[in-house]
């Protein structure tokens, strides 16, 4: 169905222009004399909230909604503080203006990513609901004359019990907007949260269901026309000469562009489009593209790995202790590049206008992707108008650290001079060959033990690209470690007296990588607890006792670990399997993001190799829940998500070129084979964490371990495919 976007958001918009705004700023294509509706211009206290005389509350949501529920929890917070009827609700995506939707963790830049929709919002949309709530209440005290302390108000009414008066929001908008904004307001205690905690609707279902939700693929403007681009078939090689005529000769291809990093053809449709880009004749300049395969790539890694690297966390004397230990171990794991494998591809909307630049997509970093739209049209950043729209997924990729898509969609405009606005749409062999990936790994590790079994001495050694590197974050990167790289190595937990963690970071492989779904912990996690498993083996030691045994000084690790092992069964064997089969149970424990997740994996084995995990346990510590829903759901697909890239998921090179081109040869978890996953909640007072990462990291080691109890068999190499059959 082709729907305007310009005509969408404006009904959605005139509906509820009056009452109180607390400095809100309205999408660029609201029509100017719509702008000028908005009442209380000078009332600027923050801006997250609107609230309507319909009796609409609109909070007006910093981060992108990609399918992790951002847009529930955000309006969850101010919708507490406020005592809103959760029915007058709404959330609506905020323009691109770090000044006022800066992202609390990252500095001057709005965007959403690292797990912090929530915890950075917290104490920020607490404060924007209390005081539009101390504002109403205010108002309310001088029409009734009455004392403000008096009133109450629950579900979107306020009372004076004494008189028997009440009013609702949308009546005192207008009132409220004179008050004077309060320097300070109460926050309430937990104790008296009514929304936060719950189970409440996700505000983005209803829209998702009824198909009225605006994706990218949803937009269409006047005289727009489809781009599909034919990149290099190698990371690092340039258009050195192409035919467009064989695109041209196709019915409702419109034009053929070269652009830095391919050619593009620009049709009225998609299949057109594509039609044209698969007829095109392109003569590529391979001189400087990357020509290794995985297993070369692999094998410059390991030789790195003999040789000692930047140290990123050094106590005591490690080769002093492993030099002494009574027994010693080593190991290696190689984890393969991964494909974010989103379920929408990238995809971007530009059109040059005489005010600048506006853009429509999922935006997931705003500040910088303005940024990189105003230098290449040599605008301002205010001049690039951006339109976050929902996201159907990410994972990572649309926060590009080069905005690559996003720059190709704006080449494009320039190269045709800006006559049409463009949708650049990626189709799934673009986004699996020419787009950004988990980096490839190696690790190696060395521990040792005393005659008692304890864990004395502990070396591990990585080798990887830096995702950090040529970033917005490239500040990572402190004294030649990018933090993302050793994340849950340099920060292990456990008591060990003498440790050593350093790191190698290639910088000449030229295959483009970027943050993955948990970035550095969803290697580190798998080596350091599959190895912590196999020296509590050697230790002769139940896993779940030797790791409590190590974590006095770190209570939370500790306590999703005796939650999970309670809620599992831990102390309780298995059924056995039939016919041969084989079962184990496995656990891991790890952190990421200031959130501690355990999780117990329960697997059966076939005589042939073939194995099923029936079960996977979940015990999380992420602070306050506010959504205890939206928590379950993130940690379910969490394990999903984990599942899939450890069964079967890698991107693997042949002379430089990515063999994989979509789901029949990257292979995604099928539904038969997802667990029973039970997830169990770590009730806390502490503020809100991160939940959309950490639950990815621990299940692969978890799953790994569990295959080892079940036979004997250690997997330490990354998917782990037809290996238990080999």
């Known amino acids: 169905m082709t729907r305007s976007i310009e005509n969408h958001s404006r009904r959605r918009f005139l509906k509820g222009a009056a009452g109180l705004t607390l400095a809100i700023y309205f999408p660029w294509s609201f029509a100017q004399d719509a702008q000028k509706q908005a009442v209380s211009a000078t009332f600027e206290p923050n801006a997250f909230l609107r609230i309507g005389e319909d009796d609409s509350v609109t909070v007006i949501a910093k981060h992108l909604e990609m399918g992790q529920g951002t847009y529930t929890g955000l309006a969850t917070i101010v919708a507490e503080e406020l005592d809103a009827d959760w029915s007058q609700v709404r959330v609506q995506s905020a323009p691109a203006d770090a000044s006022r939707y800066n992202n609390l963790q990252w500095g001057p830049m709005q965007g959403t990513g690292g797990s912090s929709a929530i915890a950075n919002s917290w104490e920020q949309l607490r404060q924007a609901g209390a005081t539009a709530r101390a504002m109403l209440v205010a108002a309310a005290a001088q029409r009734w004359q009455v004392p403000a302390e008096s009133i109450t108000m629950a579900e979107g009414v306020l009372r004076h019990p004494p008189s028997g008066r009440q009013a609702r929001f949308g009546e005192l908008a207008g009132a409220a907007a004179e008050q004077a904004v309060p320097e300070q307001v109460r926050l309430k205690e937990p104790s008296e949260f009514k929304l936060i905690g719950q189970r409440i609707a996700r505000k983005d279902s209803p829209e998702k269901i009824n ?44 034009e053929v562009v070269e652009i830095p990093n391919g050619v593009a053809v620009l049709a009225r449709d998609t299949w057109t489009a594509k039609r044209g880009r698969d007829a095109l004749s392109v003569e590529w300049d391979e001189r400087a593209a990357f020509r290794l395969s995985s297993a070369q790539a692999f094998e410059r890694f390991r030789t790195l790995a003999e040789t000692p690297g930047t140290v990123a966390r050094e106590e005591g004397d490690s080769e002093a202790a492993l030099d002494g230990a009574a027994h010693t171990l080593e190991a290696e794991y190689d984890f393969p590049y991964l494909a974010h494998a989103a379920m929408e591809p990238m995809n971007c909307v530009i059109r040059l206008d005489r005010e600048g630049c506006e853009a429509w997509f999922g935006a997931q970093i705003q500040t910088y992707d303005q940024a990189m739209l105003a230098g290449l049209f040599g605008l301002e950043p205010e001049q690039v108008r951006i339109h976050t729209l929902y996201a159907g997924g990410s994972f990572g990729r649309r926060a590009s650290k080069g905005a690559d898509y996003i720059l190709e969609t704006a080449h494009i405009v320039k190269a045709i001079e800006g006559r049409a606005p463009v949708k650049l749409v990626w189709l799934r062999e673009d986004d699996m060959q020419a787009g950004n990936y988990r980096p490839m790994f190696h690790h190696r590790l060395r521990a040792g033990l005393d005659a008692q079994g304890r864990l004395v001495a502990w070396q591990h050694r990585l080798v990887g690209q830096s995702v950090a590197a ?215 007072t502490a503020a809100p964490t991160g939940i959309g990462e950490p639950p990815v990291a621990p299940l692969a080691p978890a799953l790994v371990n569990a295959l080892a109890a079940a036979t004997g068999k250690r997997v330490r190499r990354l998917p782990i495919g037809q290996q238990l059959a080999s």
């Open 211 to 254: 198909g009225s939700a605006i994706y990218t693929q949803d937009i269409h403007l006047p005289d727009m026309l489809t781009a599909v681009v034919a990149h290099p078939p190698r990371f690092g090689a340039l258009v050195a000469s192409f035919d467009p005529a064989p695109a041209l000769a196709i019915d409702g291809v419109v």
């Open 470 to 684: 040529g970033s917005p974050f490239e500040g990572a990167i402190q004294n030649g470690i990018d933090a993302t790289s050793v994340e849950g190595a340099a920060n292990l937990p456990y008591a060990i007296a003498n440790m050593r963690v350093d790191l190698h970071t290639p910088e000449d492989i030229a295959v483009p990588v970027q943050w993955w779904r948990a970035v550095g912990s969803t290697h580190t996690a798998f080596s350091t607890e599959c190895f912590i498993d196999e020296l509590a083996q050697t230790a002769g030691q139940d896993p779940m006792t030797w790791r409590l045994a190590m974590l006095e000084a770190h209570p939370r690790h500790a306590g999703v670990l005796k939650l999970a092992a309670e809620k599992a069964g831990w102390d309780r064997p298995l059924e056995p399997g039939k016919d041969g089969e084989r079962r184990g149970r496995g656990v891991a424990v790890h952190e990421a993001f200031g959130s501690f997740v355990a999780q117990v994996a329960e697997v059966t084995v076939q005589s042939d190799g073939r194995y099923r995990v029936d079960r996977v346990v979940c015990a999380v510590d992420c602070g306050i829940v506010v959504n205890p829903d939206v928590v379950r759901a993130q940690t379910e697909g969490g394990v999903g998500f984990a599942l899939s890239a450890a069964m079967s998921e890698a991107i693997t090179f042949t002379d430089g070129k990515v063999d994989q081109s979509n789901f029949h040869d990257y292979s995604p978890l099928r539904i038969a084979d997802m667990p029973e996953v039970e997830v169990h909640l770590v009730p806390s």
